[in-house]
């Protein structure tokens, strides 16, 4: 399955990032194969709806679970209106994306149900 | 002619300045007030309005006839605001951060999209002492935008045409000053002389000369901080309209809801003679 995970960098090495909406990039990789791409977080620079835009740019590579430190809820429901899983990762320690990928594939992630947090926005403050 | 009162700073005495500037300019000029500090109005406290109108405002947000869209997500592009998603054969909508710019209806090609009035807040209206026609905005708790709900209360046509309108702005330098400036014929700007009045009047100073408004000062609290207020002006060709001086007898009248210029008789011309210096500042 492709998995995404938040991470600040390019590489496998990079470290982890624990912001979704505003993670500096994205590493999707290939659970199976490997193969992986690092992509800049489009909604790095959102003035607002950042959760939303990445959300959907995950979405738009066929990502079908992504691992972050935290969902907040317009990026709970957009992500699930995609059917895609969310897991969250502890940023502390620091971890590696190989790392998480490695976790991930050993089970050791949380899939979440729900927001992990209200939203910056309106009625979910 | 439109007068806006505005600080930066919190708490520096736009309220007590622009209520008792409203009395005074009603003795010989028809006058609206305009408590745009929707997130808390506190106006009335002085001027004690019965409100006999009111209007639900708020701000035109999508709806999507699920028949109708093709989900090529055209509206979800357009949206600087990250407000609507499409995902697959789904469309998510969220509200609170929505600006009402009405991109996606324009942009949908299949016209699936209509919008819908989300209430933001609640504009209140009526007459207060001395004929004032008062009209205010009151920001729903929990809404994130106070801008629409000032343009909506400066729209909101009086049932007579006033020939003076003072709108109370709120605090701060961000877009609900910026909306409630915007328009002006003079900014009225009261600060105190600390660092921390002087650092937020520089800020909302900047603002009106950017709309193209003329500034006037009030100096409140006179006495306490220091003198860079008054070097400031004198150095930036503002003129320092008014000084109420710090007196504990302004303070405990103004903290039980009267009006300065009640309270302390003595101002009354002071007041006067501001607002002859404001008319003339604009019309000449």
């Known amino acids: 399955m492709k998995l995404a995970i938040s991470i600040s960098g390019k590489t496998l090495d990079s470290p982890f990032d624990t912001r979704f909406g505003r993670a500096s990039s994205f590493c999707i990789v290939d659970t199976e194969s490997g193969e992986w791409q690092a992509f800049d977080n489009p909604a790095i620079s959102a003035s607002g709806g950042a959760g939303v835009q990445a959300s959907q740019f995950v979405a738009s590579q066929g990502a079908q679970a992504v691992v972050s430190g935290a969902f907040g809820p317009n990026a709970y429901d957009t992500l699930a209106a995609a059917d895609i899983k969310m897991y969250i990762a502890p940023g502390d320690p620091a971890h590696s994306a190989t790392e998480i990928l490695e976790m991930f594939k050993a089970e050791k992630l949380t899939q979440i149900e729900a927001a992990t947090h209200k939203g910056y926005h309106g009625e979910n403050h | 002619m439109r007068i806006v009162v505005a600080s930066g700073k919190g708490g520096t005495g736009k309220t007590t300045v622009a ?81 009402g710019c009405g991109s996606c209806t324009l942009v949908c090609p299949e016209r699936a999209i209509s919008e819908r009035l989300e209430v933001m807040g609640v ?50 330098a961000s877009c609900p000053v910026v909306e ?72 405990e009248a103004i903290a039980s809801g009267k009006l300065l210029v009640d309270a302390a008789p003595e101002y009354h011309s002071a007041f006067q003679n501001m607002f002859e210096s404001i008319t003339t500042e604009v019309y000449i």
């Open chain 2, 19 to 99: 209520t008792s500037l409203a009395l005074i300019a009603s003795e010989r000029e028809s006058v609206r007030l305009m408590d745009c500090d929707v997130e808390a109005p506190n106006a009335r406290l002085f001027l004690n309005p019965s409100f006999d109108s009111h209007k639900e405002v708020g701000i035109l947000i999508p709806q999507v006839d699920e028949n109708l869209c093709n989900f090529c997500g055209k509206c979800a592009q357009i949206c600087q605001f990250h407000a609507i998603a499409v995902i697959g054969k789904k469309i998510l909508i969220f509200p609170e951060l929505c600006h």
């Open chain 2, 123 to 172: 504009l209140s209206g009526g007459p207060a002492v001395h004929d004032i026609d008062f009209a205010q905005g009151m920001m729903k708790i929990g809404e994130p935008m106070a801008v629409p709900i000032i343009r909506e209360l400066k729209k909101w046509a009086p049932v007579n045409q006033p020939t003076v309108e003072i709108r109370d702005a709120p605090p701060g």
């Open chain 2, 180 to 251: 409630t400036m915007r328009g002006a014929d003079f900014a009225l700007l009261v600060t105190e002389p600390t660092p921390f009045g002087l650092h937020d009047l520089k800020q909302v100073v900047a603002i009106a000369r950017q709309l193209g408004i003329p500034a006037g000062v009030v100096i409140n609290r006179d006495g306490i901080g220091d003198d860079a207020v008054e070097m400031y002006c004198n150095e930036n060709n503002l003129p320092i309209l008014l000084r109420i001086p710090m007196e504990r007898r302004i303070a």
